[in-house]
């Protein structure tokens, strides 16, 4: 189908999520399950196997009480723009089942085009992506929950988190009805973002300086978006992987835990 | 041609080199992963128009607003109500696997009758008609013997039509027996009673508070409103309010807190009465407040002419935060800094009611907590405690009663609650099993169970089932195959809250008065009915007085009339906001520090809120050296309705671990029991024991173990069922003297290996 639009201009749909305001409750874990159709098993508590695209973990000091702290982290996938959309994962399938958009910055993920080679989860240095070992099952009428607008996968492939692309979609078909090119920053808002209870995920289009995401984490276009906001930081930056998930917390060793460091640095 | 080696190669390798270049492979890999893909078995959700419905979760008391996505007939996702005075458009994990309650596998699917044993899962299908006329057949011959108060329900909640339907049928039937499941609102009604004179329900204006003073509220762990308490923590970021956490284990609430307090489990009163002491020692108290509200702060005489100690007078010689250290194992320093950050705060707060509020506190506790709002006038002023009236709009027409029922409404309730002993407590669930245990013939012949699993949340499952095993006849409404449902002979399935209509008063813990209406998002999937079309159908075929009380003619139209003319907002909108059209209770707006009450009389004055009595725990030290305190995480429910998949698969693998609860330990504690993460262990309490994990953790004070609630199922479906330990199989319940309820913290146990 042919029409007349054009997309508007790039974008680079991006998260902040202040872990100063998340309590780790889990909301956006289920509302990406619900969401997405994600299924799940009898026993999940062997968590390499469960599938998780929102995964919320638990952070500690490491020290002892009374000094003891924790902090919850949500980790959905990154995104990671790399080396000029050169993300990890990109880079190393073989069946391009997996792509960088450079319209809108998010990293797809074509479920009938992956066979299951899981070259992008040994290159997925945030561990967001997983592997369907079994053939989904939903008992009783659960069938009848499943949305239309994610299909289910099966067993054999790898799945993650692509920022709710159909709703993307949804909203940008909404727009282009209504004879725009462009959508209005709350038109467009993941499934886990809506739900957070706390109000902890901030999500938007980085280009924009309008958007919350943009003036929030400040990113520093000549570096990889890396962030200007000091109690800003990503995970793993010097990586170079460029996520575009940004992590807020006011907490210092919150901050040095997004990053490996050896003894003598810092 | 020749083929000879050289042209054989260039042609292999030509050709070889040349299908590479082509798409070929690439296609082929590409239809290859689709024809693997193509099974039959994985579903193809089925396109179609896409719409809304906004209704009200019924997964817990909170009343969130909901918007469920449909696509033609299905619902497919729920999501919060945007604008909903509770939640805003947010929502918690329960509310968001709602749609795995009502298409999952553990429905009743059509009205059952007991055919084997109780409690064996045989069951008969049976006709709403027949159910209905068998049950109304019992319960007139019941009725005809002359004692109508045999007759016992018990439910989540007193309000609501619903609830009220079912009150009134006990009413006309002869019966005071409705018995709600406690919570900490229960303990906070006693205290409004006792110490405002109120018989209001308490509000949190938690939004408008500047630092807030919880004992072991788990405010981010499921307290009273959830969602609400999540919104109102980051609005405390926002402004810089400050939270303290005073509870022995770094739950949520005490890891995102400005500061964490671990106290020795079971002394919050005399820490808070510390509190107090400082307050008023430096004078920091709100004098204004406490002179022209407050009743027993200084020495006052009773009706006899006795004089008795004043609340300052008492506090200043027991509580100097010397002797409070030593009780509860806090520095002076911090006890000294706490006290004076709360009271130099403009709009303070105080709160207790452990974990996500499901469990009551010990009135001593709630006294003395409450005592240090009234201190700072933190009762009925914006950012403290609100005491709201009970919701009014069932008006009701008295109804007619027979002699039977005159006679049988006259006699004590079963529990003992509103009773000589228990004057001020409303309902005592939690007493129910002793009384029944204790007695050689049932006090109830008959038990109505209505939105509640009592088997499942009751303290001590053996006695409960023991219990209920001699009350001849369970009749539950619950939509789900619970522990309760099991162990009844009469199901009588209710639809689920999304495919219902019912209104939904005030939630807990909520300032502004608030009405909603929940309905349904999807017809029926099952032969059900709900529960208030089951009590009028059931009045009805009762005749007489019984059937005249119900004079609608089904729930629907008791609804709309009930409602009157809100019913069309509520239909449009799905909420009402009231308007306070009245004053606060200026009745409320009185402070009793001399709780004169239940204090009157002096032999009480153990529980006058100047004390602090520390409550003996079951066993033996020697034999039971650890302390065993049970935790709430928002990703578990622990109350009427089972945790649905997808919330059990956001529980870490540190709080369960295939089929086993893990309990948190503080590794110099496993240190010296000889134990490393993950080992098995037998936990074993003074009532019980269990096999458990242990997790190592330095978020829990030495000596102590913590075990998550919400595990343990034996019913619901594999996803459920199975899966750790009920913190409630393990313990007996501690009656507290004067209010009645259950005020466990904790319990004596011992671990070994297994």
Known sequence: ?266 | MKIDRRSFLALSIGSTAGIHLTPLPWKLMDDMSIWTQNWPWTPVPQDGAASYVNSVCGLCTAGCGIRVRKIENRAVKIEGLPGHPVNDGRICSLGLSGLQLLYGGTRVKTPLKRIGERGAGQWQKISWKQVIDEISKKLSEQRKSGNPQTLGAICNSDRGTTSHLLNRFLTVYGSPNFLRTPSVQSSYEIATTIMNGSSGTVGFDLENSDYILSFGSGLLDGWVSPVRMIRAHSIWKDKKARVVQIEPRLSHTAAKADQWIAIKPGTNAALALGIAHVIIKEKLYDKNFVEKYGFGFEEWKDEKGQTHKGFKQSVLENYTPANVAEITGIDVAAIISVAKDFAKSAKPVALCGSGDGGAPVNLNEMMAVHALNALKGAINNKGGLQIVPNPDYILWPESEMDKTASKGIQTERVDGAGGKKYAQARSLLNRLPEVINASSESPLQTLLVYNANPIYTMADSVAVKEAFSKIPLIVSFSPYMDETASYSDYILPNHTYLERYEDSATPYGSVQQLISLARPVVDPLFNTKQTGDVIISLAKAMGGHIAKAFPWKNYRACLEKTLGDKWKTLAEHGYIVAKKDKAPDTASAKFDFAAQAVNTDSKNDAVAPADFKPADLDGDVTAFPLVLIPYDTMRLASGFVGTPPFVIKTVGDYILKENDSCVDINPQTAAKLGLTEGNKVILTTPKNKASVRVHLSEGILPGLIALPRGLGHSAYDKFLAGKGVNFNALYAPMTDPVSGLDMTWGVRAKISKA
């Open chain 1, 1 to 266: 189908m042919k029409n007349n639009h054009n997309n508007g201009k790039a974008k680079k749909f991006g998260m902040v999520i202040d872990l100063d305001k998340c309590t780790g409750c889990g909301s956006c874990m289920v509302a990406c399950m619900s969401e997405n159709n994600v299924p799940f098993k009898a026993d999940e508590t062997d968590k390499r196997l469960s599938i998780t695209w929102m995964l919320v973990y638990k952070l500690n000091n490491g020290k002892s009480h009374p000094d003891y702290d924790e902090c919850y982290l949500p980790r959905p996938c990154m995104q990671c723009e790399g080396d000029h959309g050169h993300s990890p994962c990109v880079s190393v399938c073989p069946a391009v089942a997996t792509d960088y958009s450079h319209e809108t910055g998010i990293v797809s993920q074509i479920y009938t085009r992956c066979f299951g080679c899981r070259y992008c989860m040994a290159a997925c240095p945030y561990h967001a992506r997983y592997f369907n070992w079994w053939d989904p099952a939903w008992p009783a009428d659960m069938e009848k929950y499943l949305s239309p607008n994610v299909s289910p996968r099966m067993r054999g492939i790898v799945e993650k988190c692509g920022f709710c692309f159909h709703r993307y979609q949804l909203a940008m078909d909404k727009a282009y009805y209504e004879g725009r090119d462009e959508l209005e920053e709350g038109e467009y808002q993941t499934s886990c973002t809506q739900a957070c209870p706390a109000g902890a995920i901030v999500f938007g289009d980085l280009n924009n300086p309008k958007h919350a995401v943009h003036k929030i984490a400040l990113p520093d276009s000549k570096h990889g978006g890396r962030p200007k906001n000091p109690n800003a930081f990503r995970l793993l930056e010097r990586l170079g992987t460029n996520p575009k998930v940004y992590y807020l917390s006011s907490r210092k060793w919150v901050r040095d835990s997004g990053d490996n460091y050896r003894p003598d640095e810092k």
